[in-house]
Protein backbone atom coordinates (compact mmCIF):
# COMPACT_ATOMS: atom_id res chain seq x y z
CA UNK A 1 0.00 0.00 0.00
CA UNK A 2 0.81 3.67 -0.51
CA UNK A 3 2.90 5.41 2.37
CA UNK A 4 0.58 8.67 2.90
CA UNK A 5 3.85 10.35 4.15
CA UNK A 6 5.07 9.44 0.17
CA UNK A 7 1.72 10.57 -1.40
CA UNK A 8 0.97 13.67 0.82
CA UNK A 9 4.39 15.12 1.14
CA UNK A 10 5.07 16.39 -2.49
CA UNK A 11 1.81 17.21 -3.36
CA UNK A 12 1.51 19.49 -0.69
CA UNK A 13 5.29 20.73 -1.31
CA UNK A 14 3.83 21.54 -5.13
CA UNK A 15 0.30 23.04 -4.10
CA UNK A 16 2.08 25.22 -1.84
CA UNK A 17 5.44 25.60 -3.61
CA UNK A 18 7.57 25.28 -0.32
CA UNK A 19 9.89 22.39 0.85
CA UNK A 20 8.72 19.80 2.72
CA UNK A 21 9.56 16.12 3.99
CA UNK A 22 8.53 13.40 5.82
CA UNK A 23 11.22 14.80 8.82
CA UNK A 24 12.90 18.33 10.03
CA UNK A 25 15.90 18.51 7.91
CA UNK A 26 18.85 19.94 9.92
CA UNK A 27 19.26 23.13 7.96
CA UNK A 28 15.42 23.75 8.85
CA UNK A 29 16.38 27.30 9.25
CA UNK A 30 17.54 27.86 5.71
CA UNK A 31 14.76 25.69 4.23
CA UNK A 32 11.31 27.29 5.93
CA UNK A 33 8.69 27.61 4.75
CA UNK A 34 8.48 23.55 5.34
CA UNK A 35 6.31 21.51 5.86
CA UNK A 36 6.22 18.20 7.54
CA UNK A 37 3.69 15.22 7.16
CA UNK A 38 4.40 12.20 9.29
CA UNK A 39 1.50 9.28 9.75
CA UNK A 40 0.74 9.08 13.56
CA UNK A 41 -1.42 6.25 13.68
CA UNK A 42 -4.92 5.58 12.01
CA UNK A 43 -5.97 1.99 10.66
CA UNK A 44 -5.73 0.29 7.87
CA UNK A 45 -7.85 -2.71 6.21
CA UNK A 46 -7.77 -4.79 3.45
CA UNK A 47 -7.95 -2.42 0.66
CA UNK A 48 -7.82 1.13 1.74
CA UNK A 49 -5.65 2.98 4.51
CA UNK A 50 -7.55 5.48 7.10
CA UNK A 51 -4.32 6.72 8.26
CA UNK A 52 -4.21 10.16 10.80
CA UNK A 53 -1.43 12.16 9.71
CA UNK A 54 -0.05 15.25 11.44
CA UNK A 55 0.88 18.25 9.18
CA UNK A 56 3.45 21.00 10.83
CA UNK A 57 4.16 23.78 9.32
CA UNK A 58 7.86 25.85 9.84
CA UNK A 59 8.10 29.25 9.07
CA UNK A 60 10.12 32.92 10.11
CA UNK A 61 6.52 34.28 11.41
CA UNK A 62 3.53 33.71 12.98
CA UNK A 63 1.63 35.08 10.17
CA UNK A 64 3.54 33.05 7.61
CA UNK A 65 3.25 30.08 9.41
CA UNK A 66 -0.71 31.06 9.69
CA UNK A 67 -0.79 31.44 5.92
CA UNK A 68 0.86 28.37 5.17
CA UNK A 69 -0.99 26.00 7.31
CA UNK A 70 -4.21 27.59 6.18
CA UNK A 71 -3.87 27.01 2.78
CA UNK A 72 -2.28 23.29 3.67
CA UNK A 73 -6.06 22.44 5.58
CA UNK A 74 -7.71 24.03 2.84
CA UNK A 75 -6.34 21.64 -0.33
CA UNK A 76 -6.15 18.85 2.27
CA UNK A 77 -9.89 18.89 2.75
CA UNK A 78 -10.62 19.60 -0.94
CA UNK A 79 -7.94 17.15 -2.39
CA UNK A 80 -9.67 13.95 -4.21
CA UNK A 81 -8.37 11.88 -6.79
CA UNK A 82 -5.21 10.29 -7.88
CA UNK A 83 -1.98 11.47 -6.04
CA UNK A 84 1.29 9.67 -6.66
CA UNK A 85 -0.14 6.35 -7.12
CA UNK A 86 -2.61 6.75 -4.43
CA UNK A 87 -6.57 7.43 -4.96
CA UNK A 88 -7.89 9.75 -1.97
CA UNK A 89 -11.64 9.31 -1.14
CA UNK A 90 -11.69 11.48 1.94
CA UNK A 91 -9.83 14.23 3.90
CA UNK A 92 -11.17 15.31 7.61
CA UNK A 93 -9.28 17.74 9.67
CA UNK A 94 -9.06 16.27 12.90
CA UNK A 95 -7.83 19.00 14.65
CA UNK A 96 -7.45 22.52 12.82
CA UNK A 97 -3.65 24.18 12.68
CA UNK A 98 -2.90 25.42 16.06
CA UNK A 99 0.31 27.13 17.55
CA UNK A 100 2.86 24.44 18.44
CA UNK A 101 6.13 25.17 20.88
CA UNK A 102 9.32 24.14 18.83
CA UNK A 103 12.61 24.15 20.29
CA UNK A 104 14.09 27.67 18.31
CA UNK A 105 12.13 30.44 18.98
CA UNK A 106 13.21 31.93 15.83
CA UNK A 107 11.13 29.49 14.03
CA UNK A 108 7.39 29.60 14.38
CA UNK A 109 5.43 25.96 14.00
CA UNK A 110 1.83 25.50 13.25
CA UNK A 111 0.03 21.81 13.38
CA UNK A 112 -3.08 20.47 12.48
CA UNK A 113 -3.68 16.70 12.09
CA UNK A 114 -5.91 14.78 9.28
CA UNK A 115 -7.56 10.99 8.99
CA UNK A 116 -6.87 10.73 5.11
CA UNK A 117 -8.86 7.68 3.16
CA UNK A 118 -6.71 5.90 0.10
CA UNK A 119 -5.92 2.76 -1.81
CA UNK A 120 -3.46 1.71 -4.22
CA UNK A 121 -4.75 3.58 -7.76
Do not use: K
Request: hydrophobic share 45%; with cysteine.
Amino acid sequence: MAEVEAVLAPWLGTVLSVEYGAETPPDLEERIPFVRVERVGGADDRFRQHPRVAVDVFAATADEARAVSSAARDALIALRGEVRGAVVSDVRCDAGPSRQPWANPEIHRRGATYTVTLRDA
